[in-house]
């Protein structure tokens, strides 16, 4: 016996509406505020656990789509751990004296890398005014002096004695514009003369020469002499300078040393400092420093040079309350690690470590680390850097683009600081699939998963929690406070979102939006709340920006460029139901599906296949639907059709299996001559058993449909079938449902093609009988008729050609 045709889905399923007790308030002030989210239980629990462990690897990933709240949860859940630990250590660097290209790191107490940095600042002050008046003092000056005499004593002894040699020897030292020179004496302070030297006699003339020969060697050893006793001089006057220095320097740092006396690592850089400047105490001179050769230097070097004592604070912790939460949105290399900056001075690339910058790891050591895994993983070796730092716990600052490069720079290698900092990364469910599938170390730094749900079972607790988190959003955000009618609109929409009648979407940022919207079309009424009809204004607003593709479509359609029917009967022309999305909104398309079949050999041709227009999917519904053919009316004779199958006035690509059920049904109504109600449309994806399975976007194609109809002009004839599996997922506009409601509309759910074959053609579908045929009048009984009748067309064909082919 065949089955009864399916009666309409009753109104009240087409569209489930929020119930009284769930939204028993007047509006949202009378809703106590909602601390933290609904429904991503799971996610909190691995937050907690992720938190709760401070081991090597337990990083977070934190696993969502877009806008169900991932960052705001986590950073809150962040803030309120972190509020509970301590605060880390000021981390600075200071100058390393035995190696200046290697800046020391130090670690302090929270506020106390600021207030060595301004110790050292006044101590340098004290010293640039101390030091310069110690080295102008008359004491210093007398001492200097002395030491400057000395050597001048000691050139003019050994000038004298060169003198007083020559003398002895008849000769006379002279001092001219080459400098000094021996000649031959001819009287006490006369120089003899060219041609009283030739009279001389030969012995005589080569004994002076002799003389001379040998004075202007001694001269030359006098010469050379000369920088070794300005080298000595330097040195006692260096000896000197240090000398006094010591006595203010150890005066002024014998404080500094006591203040950090428990400190050893800054007590200990301290008396390097000490000894340093000391050694260094002729930067503080006012006058210009000379070279070696005496000639004035044209690089200042003071201002440089004192910058070897200033500390760079790289992180100040003084003000911070807890452990730190760092959200680094730009995650490039540098905004990592930190960067080591140059300036130019001179033509020349310099730097020091008061130009070391900090990274996200330096900010966040001691706390927490927030990462967007996106945008980390786009950006050239920042996943790198930070899987090095997990690996090794140390944060070096070392340069990619120096590592690479065959011309560098003179740069630093500061010491790398030890990092406890737990990283969250958050991803798309895609991303990370791919990064446990391609990426060795991923999972072995970040143990635990943190997964958001996309959607939450929409039930009476749930929808009270929803209603909280919409005024709670209101007070927070100074938005009107919403009525239930307007909380249970939205709410709605909220499942309508996620296609399930069942759930309610995670998504909480296109909600917001919505209150946003709804809130200006209040204000724009001039209402104190936020009313339903304020809700729906926004939504109606919202379609209308946005449907211009769709307006364009049913313009289409309604001047017969494209062909859609919607009233009358056809063979082998069906209604199917396609939904398009264009940007952030989607809506359903009618297309009319065309299947012609003729005797052949049983193959059913797609046409999109054919032409390289179908998916893989697609292409799969075709040979399905092909098999089921086969399977209900070919088990005793051959399958002796040819039948081909098309989507009429397509031009681009047709994927997805949801018009399986329309395609069947069409080449049925070709096979068996069968009219096809056009007042009907279809969507449904069937197996080879018949059965018919759920569908996307079936709420978009329900309404694609009934917009061309209502242009035309709704008669009580028109409606659409879906599967079974999709009243659940109804959630329709209130026109459609009220269309429904006053009967000029309908909608019919289907688990198999029978009860759809009777519902398109007025027919009964019809049960194979004792004798193994369906009955006369029923579809399968015309279909089995017609396919029959290709066979016998088929077999007479063939004994006709049969004698032909003896004959050749």
Not at 134 to 140: A, E, G, I
Not at 545 to 568: F, K, N, Q, Y
Request: hydrophobic share 40%; with cysteine.
């Amino acid at each position: 016996m065949s089955r009864p045709n399916p009666t309409p889905i009753p109104a009240d399923k087409l569209r489930t509406t929020c119930p009284a007790e769930a939204l028993a308030f007047g509006d949202t002030r009378d809703l106590e505020p909602l601390v933290g989210t609904v429904g991503q239980s799971r996610a909190l629990e691995a937050l907690e656990v992720g938190i709760g462990i401070r081991r090597e690897g337990y990083n977070i990933f934190i696993m969502g789509s877009t806008g169900v709240g991932k960052h705001t949860v986590a950073h809150e859940a962040l803030r309120r751990r972190a509020a509970t630990e301590p605060v880390p250590p000021d981390l600075v660097y200071v100058a390393n004296f035995d190696d200046p290209h290697r800046p020391r790191a130090l670690r302090l107490q929270p506020g106390g890398g600021a207030k060595l940095r301004d110790v050292m600042d006044r101590l340098v002050e004290d010293l640039g005014s101390l030091l310069p008046a110690v080295f102008t003092s008359d004491r210093y000056t007398a001492r200097a002096r002395k030491i400057a005499e000395a050597m001048e004593k000691v050139q003019d002894q050994a000038l004298a004695a060169l003198r007083t040699t020559a003398i002895q020897k008849g000769l006379l030292m002279k001092e001219t514009e080459d400098g000094l020179t021996f000649g031959p004496a001819k009287g006490e302070d006369e120089l003899l003369g060219p041609d009283e030297f030739t009279k001389l006699p030969t012995d005589e003339q080569k004994a002076l020469a002799d003389a001379m020969d040998e004075m202007q060697e001694q001269l030359q050893g006098f010469a050379a002499g000369v920088p070794r006793w300005r080298k000595e001089t330097r040195e006692r006057l260096k000896a000197l300078d240090q000398e006094v220095s010591r006595e203010e320097v150890t005066r002024l740092m014998d404080p500094l040393l006591k203040l950090y006396a428990e400190d050893e690592e800054v007590r200990t850089w301290l008396e390097a400092v000490r000894e340093d400047v000391v050694e260094q105490a002729h930067i503080f001179r006012d006058e210009e420093e000379e070279d070696e050769e005496g000639e004035v230097q044209l690089m200042p070097q003071e201002p440089v040079s004192m910058r070897r004592y200033a500390v760079n604070v790289l992180v100040d912790h003084g003000k911070t309350e807890g452990a730190p939460v760092i959200y680094e949105d730009n995650p490039v290399f540098t905004n990592i690690i930190g960067r080591i900056e140059h300036v130019s001075e001179y033509g020349a690339l310099t730097t020091d470590h008061t130009l070391i910058k900090p990274g996200a790891l330096h900010q966040a050591s001691g706390g927490y680390l927030i990462l967007d895994a996106h945008r980390l993983l786009v950006e050239p070796y920042g996943w790198t850097a930070l899987k090095r730092a997990l690996r090794s716990r140390l944060l070096r600052m070392d340069s990619p683009a120096q590592t690479g490069s065959l011309m560098t720079t003179v740069s630093l290698a500061p010491e790398p600081l030890p990092i406890d900092v737990k990283v969250v990364m958050m991803g798309s469910p895609s991303l990370y699939y791919e990064l446990c599938a391609g990426e060795p170390e991923f999972e072995r730094h970040f143990k635990i998963l943190a997964a958001f749900e996309d959607h939450i079972p929409r039930n009476v607790e749930n929808t009270r929690l929803y209603a909280r988190l919409i005024g709670t959003k209101a007070a927070d955000e100074g938005l009107k406070p919403f009525t239930s009618g307007a909380v249970g609109e939205i709410i709605e929409y909220s499942a309508r979102e996620v296609e399930d009648a069942e759930q309610l979407s995670a998504n909480l940022s296109g909600l917001f939006n919505l209150m946003d919207e709804a809130d200006y079309w209040a204000d724009k009424a001039g209402h104190e709340v936020v009313e339903r009809a304020d809700v729906r204004q926004a939504l109606d607003a919202f379609i209308r920006r946005s449907s211009r593709p769709r307006d364009d479509l049913h313009e289409s359609i309604e001047r017969g460029t494209l062909m859609v029917a919607t009233e009358g009967d056809a063979i082998g022309q069906i209604n199917g139901l396609a939904v398009m999305g264009l940007g952030n909104v989607a809506f359903g398309r009618p297309t009319r599906i065309t299947a012609t079949a003729r005797m052949g050999t049983g193959e059913v041709i797609d046409i999109e296949r054919e032409a390289e227009l179908a998916g893989s999917i697609h292409s799969k519904g075709v040979l399905i639907l092909q098999s089921l053919l086969g399977s209900r009316y070919a088990t005793d004779v051959p399958l002796s059709l040819t039948a081909s199958l098309v989507f009429e006035q397509s031009y681009g690509l047709v994927e997805g299996d949801s018009a399986s059920l329309s395609e069947y049904c069409a080449l049925l109504s070709a096979v068996g001559r069968i009219p096809i109600k056009q007042s009907l449309a279809v969507t449904g994806s069937i197996n080879q058993h018949g059965q018919v399975q759920a569908i996307g976007g079936v709420n978009e194609k329900i309404e694609g449909f009934f917009d061309v109809c209502q242009v035309r002009g709704l008669t009580g004839e028109q409606g659409v079938i879906i599967p079974t599996a999709n009243v659940k997922n109804l959630m329709l506009r209130s026109d459609v449902v009220e269309a429904c409601r006053a009967g000029r509309f309908s909608v019919w759910a289907v688990d198999n093609v029978e009860p759809a074959l009777a519902l398109l053609t007025g027919l009964p579908a019809g049960v194979r009988g004792a004798d193994g045929h369906y009955p006369e009048g029923s579809v399968n009984g015309k279909v089995e008729t017609g396919l029959r009748g290709f066979f016998e067309r088929r077999r007479a064909l063939a004994a006709e050609l049969r004698p032909l082919s003896h004959d050749i």
